[in-house]
Structures are given as structure tokens and as C-alpha cells.
């Protein structure tokens, strides 16, 4: 099967195009966000082949996966009128915005095109309308137990801290910095007053990322974020604000997660400082998200769902 999608979240479609399919990845000039092609820090397969936006009409495509409301007029726009006769689906990869109780998704008013969520809370808090609704689970691919913990330091992911400061709970970081070193790794994190590490690529970041002690979850609001699972597979013990799916994602065993700053800040100096115990819940943690975010039961769940639209 040819499937259509655009290239929106980096970690997201490592794991998707890593299925038994082809994957078209729209490409614009100057890779800007209506397509960026392929990927320059994550290591995809072959199968993931960008192709110019004023080529994809030249291109057999047998399913669509949206992601953004616009990229239906751009499908529109690219395939022309046979799109409308393409079997689709649409992932949404937030949390609700703005007066929650009463979003309404952008999908909400039809039926004709499947809303799949990244997680149950997703599902759940979104006003749906009649869209008919799927939850497939996040999936990635294993990086292997590359945890050794030998810096007593906390490690942070997050992209554009600065812009998304409550969301991302950044303004939350001074309080832990107080007990524990911080490492802050992602997009635009440069300037922060803490151990940063700008835009690594995807394998650079995660054997850095796995010599820190434990692993820290400052989110207020988000769906579940991906580099979480990924630390939990290295075998990081995980510290995390009690908020949306993370506490369905994070075991008792595999760490501490609480609304209460000062019970995190010191489960983050209790694993600081005892190597032994963060192994063991980094262990737990391991297993936990192997268990339930393998990236075979992914790409089944997948192979499901576009089997049946």
C-alpha cells in the first residue's frame, strides 16, 4: 500500500513508517511545514520516500493519513478530484486548547473520515461530534537498555521551552534545578539556564540522554509525550507531574509521579542519589513501556485500522 502522509512529528513517523507499506512524504521547497520531506536526524527506511508536492499527481496513492485540518485542502489541491475517493484517516496528536470541556474537534461534523487518537485521555477530552474515533496507542522502536546512569543529573525533553512555558511546565524547572543538576535536550532550548542540548540527532540524544540518573517529566498538558516512552525504554527511572495519560503510562515501580512539586523535587534527589534504586525503577520502566508501546503492537493496530477504511 501507498500512504500519504506529511511529516509533522519526527518521532511519531519514525514509528509509523517503519510498517510493511510505502510512504509518500510531501516535499516543498525550502522543507518548510506543508513538506518536509524526510527527516535529517532520525535514521528511516527506504520505504519513506519524499516526493515533490507538484509530482504527487503523478504518484498511485492508496490511503491518506492527516494529521493538520489544512492538509485536506492540500491533498485537494495536490491529487485533485480523486482524493475524494481515497480511503482516510486522521491522527490527532493533542490535547484539547483553550475552554476544554467544550472543544469541539475540526473533525467533529462528519463521519466520513476516522479520528484516531494517540491516547485514551485524547479520546476521552476531545469533543468528537460524530467523527467515529479509534485510540491506537503510541509505538516505538526499541533503543535498546542503554541506561547506566552514571551522572547524577536530571534529563529533560522538550521542544521550544521558552514559547510553551506553562504547558511544558518550564517555568517549573527552577524549583528542580534547586535539587538536582539539570539536562534539557530538544528544539530551541539553547539559552536556558541549565545543561542544554540543541536538536541532537535521535540515536546521539538517547545515549546521552541514558547517562543521566533519572529522567524528568515537567508537562502540564500534553497527549503523552513520545520522548518519555522512549527514556522509559533506555531504562530511565521517570519523575513526572501526575497530568493527561502519563499516569496510565508510568507504573507505580518505574518512578514517582505527583500534582505536588515538592514530593517530585525530592523523588528526583532520592534518585540523584541512589544509583541502585534508579536502576531498579528504570528496569520496571523498561518493561512497562515494552509491554504496552512496542512498536510491533503499533504498526498492527495500524495495519488494522487501514485495512478496514
Do not use: C
Not at 39 to 60: C, H, I, K
Not at 90 to 115: F, I, K
Request: glycine letters at 8%.
Amino acid at each position: 500500500m501507498k500512504i500519504l502522509l506529511w511529516h509533522v512529528h519526527g518521532s511519531w513517523t519514525s514509528a509509523f513508517i517503519r510498517g510493511s507499506h510505502e510512504y509518500l512524504l510531501p516535499l516543498v521547497p525550502g522543507r518548510g511545514p506543508d513538506g518536509r520531506g524526510r527527516a535529517a536526524t532520525y535514521d528511516w527506511p527506504d520505504s519513506a520516500r519524499e516526493v515533490p508536492w507538484d509530482r504527487l499527481r503523478d504518484e498511485q496513492v492508496d490511503a491518506v493519513v492527516y494529521q493538520r485540518p489544512y492538509e485536506i485542502d492540500l491533498a485537494r489541491d495536490w491529487l485533485g478530484p480523486r482524493v475524494s475517493r481515497l480511503p482516510a484517516v486522521y491522527v490527532e496528536h493533542n490535547t484539547p486548547a483553550g475552554d476544554v470541556p467544550r472543544t469541539r474537534h475540526p473533525l467533529a461534523d462528519q463521519s466520513d473520515v476516522t479520528l484516531v487518537h494517540v491516547t485514551h485521555f485524547n479520546e476521552l477530552y476531545w469533543d468528537n461530534g460524530r467523527a467515529p474515533t479509534r485510540v491506537i496507542e503510541h509505538g516505538v522502536p526499541d533503543p535498546g537498555h542503554l541506561y547506566s546512569g552514571e551522572l547524577a543529573r536530571a534529563g529533560v525533553v522538550v521542544n521550544e521551552p521558552v514559547r510553551r512555558t506553562r504547558v511544558a511546565g518550564t517555568d517549573l524547572l527552577p524549583r528542580f534545578a534547586e535539587r538536582v543538576p539539570l539536562d534539557v535536550f530538544g528544539m530551541k532550548v539553547n539559552g536556558l539556564p541549565y545543561g542544554t542540548y540543541e536538536d541532537l540527532p535521535q540515536h546521539v540524544m538517547h545515549a546521552e540522554l541514558a547517562k543521566r540518573r533519572v529522567y524528568l517529566h515537567p508537562y502540564r498538558w500534553t497527549s503523552l509525550g513520545l520522548a518519555l516512552i522512549e527514556a522509559m525504554t533506555l531504562g530511565m527511572p521517570v519523575v513526572a507531574l501526575a497530568a493527561t495519560e502519563a499516569i496510565e503510562a508510568v507504573p507505580p515501580e518505574a518512578g514517582v509521579l505527583s500534582t505536588k512539586v515538592h514530593v517530585l523535587a525530592d523523588a528526583l534527589a532520592e534518585f540523584a542519589g541512589d544509583p541502585e534504586r534508579a536502576g531498579q525503577a528504570g528496569k520496571a520502566a523498561r518493561a512497562a513501556a515494552l509491554a504496552r508501546y512496542g512498536l510491533d503492537r503499533f504498526l498492527r493496530d495500524w495495519d488494522r485500522l487501514l485495512g478496514e477504511v
